[in-house]
């Protein structure tokens, strides 16, 4: 039995618009993931280190593990927080482009687990036993948290923002796509996020291609393979969590 060949490869129509799909939703994100790193990472993280400051004023002056000096409030200290956050931002918004289809069960789920996920696993890598921030500043409590909050507030709002702007009745599905495809302009300063950006493309198009075929359609759209991520996912919050806790527990 033979199979048509217009039956394996779909018509260039179809994957073009498939392809412009995947681009307005790419950008909606990315630009979500922008606007919230500024607006949390940014802004939040700035606003963190100034009550930080307040309340260690024997602080002030010493160079904090990030480079910034405690207590000096400065155009250019801020401004480099920021774009280094807006930066960070599109990277977390590449990750959640990745895993945003592994999501599951009732939306207050959806919002817990993507907050508290995030919250957990880079608040594990930001939080530190050594240095200056975690050791030098109290309630080291305080320091802890706002630091685990910050990116799962993050998560929050860059969830809440690209769902509802990458949606079918998003404005980012609506607009021209010259206008849609703007975001990824924040592309251009970052060299390392264009280089991640490739693998990302070329990884859809080969997924894309794939699903062309039967065996292919029924293998990724199989749940076993949607349970081996989340279960992936899962090992690594609670590796994370475990973490994080002992290094709360050496801090105080």
Same mark, same amino acid.
């Given at each position: 039995?033979?199979?048509? @060949?217009?039956?394996?490869?779909?018509?260039?129509?179809?994957?073009?618009?498939?392809?412009?799909?995947?681009? =307005?939703?790419?950008?909606?994100?990315?630009?979500?993931?922008?606007?919230?790193?500024? @607006?949390?990472?940014?802004?939040?993280?700035?606003?963190?280190?100034?009550?930080?400051?307040?309340?260690?004023? /024997?602080?002030?002056?010493?160079?904090?593990?990030?480079?910034?000096?405690?207590?000096?409030?400065?155009?250019?200290?801020?401004?480099?927080?920021?774009?280094?956050?807006?930066?960070?931002?599109?990277?977390? @918004?590449?990750?959640?482009?990745?895993?945003?289809?592994?999501?599951?069960?009732?939306?207050?789920?959806?919002?817990?687990?993507?907050?508290?996920?995030?919250?957990?696993?880079?608040?594990?890598?930001?939080?530190?036993?050594?240095?200056?921030?975690?050791?030098?500043?109290?309630?080291?409590?305080?320091?802890?948290?706002?630091?685990?909050?910050?990116?799962?507030?993050?998560?929050?709002?860059?969830?809440?923002?690209?769902?509802?702007?990458?949606?079918?009745?998003?404005?980012?599905? =609506?607009?021209?796509?010259? /206008?849609?495809?703007?975001?990824?302009?924040?592309?251009?300063?970052?060299?390392?996020?264009?280089?991640?950006?490739?693998?990302?493309?070329?990884?859809?198009?080969?997924?894309?291609?794939?699903?062309?075929?039967?065996?292919?359609?029924?293998?990724?759209?199989?749940?076993?393979?949607?349970?081996?991520?989340?279960?992936?996912?899962?090992?690594?919050?609670?590796?994370?969590?475990?973490?994080?806790?002992?290094?709360?527990?050496?801090?105080?």
């Amino acid at each position: 039995m033979t199979v048509d @060949a217009a039956e394996e490869t779909p018509p260039p129509s179809a994957l073009r618009a498939d392809a412009e799909t995947a681009l =307005r939703t790419l950008a909606g994100i990315c630009l979500a993931g922008a606007l919230a790193g500024i @607006a949390v990472g940014g802004v939040g993280g700035r606003l963190a280190m100034m009550l930080l400051a307040r309340l260690n004023p /024997y602080a002030t002056g010493v160079k904090s593990d990030d480079g910034f000096i405690i207590g000096h409030l400065t155009l250019s200290g801020t401004l480099s927080l920021i774009v280094v956050c807006l930066f960070l931002g599109v990277l977390g @918004a590449l990750v959640y482009a990745v895993v945003r289809s592994l999501r599951s069960g009732p939306r207050w789920f959806q919002l817990l687990s993507i907050s508290v996920g995030p919250a957990v696993v880079v608040g594990g890598i930001l939080v530190h036993t050594d240095g200056v921030d975690f050791t030098t500043l109290e309630p080291a409590l305080l320091a802890v948290a706002l630091f685990v909050l910050i990116p799962g507030v993050y998560s929050l709002v860059l969830t809440l923002l690209a769902e509802g702007w990458v949606g079918h009745s998003g404005w980012c599905q =609506r607009v021209r796509l010259r /206008y849609a495809a703007l975001p990824l302009l924040v592309f251009a300063p970052g060299f390392f996020l264009l280089i991640l950006l490739v693998p990302l493309v070329m990884l859809w198009f080969a997924l894309r291609k794939v699903r062309t075929t039967p065996r292919g359609a029924a293998i990724l759209d199989h749940p076993a393979g949607a349970w081996v991520a989340r279960g992936g996912l899962t090992a690594i919050f609670i590796i994370s969590a475990v973490g994080l806790a002992g290094d709360v527990a050496d801090l105080t």
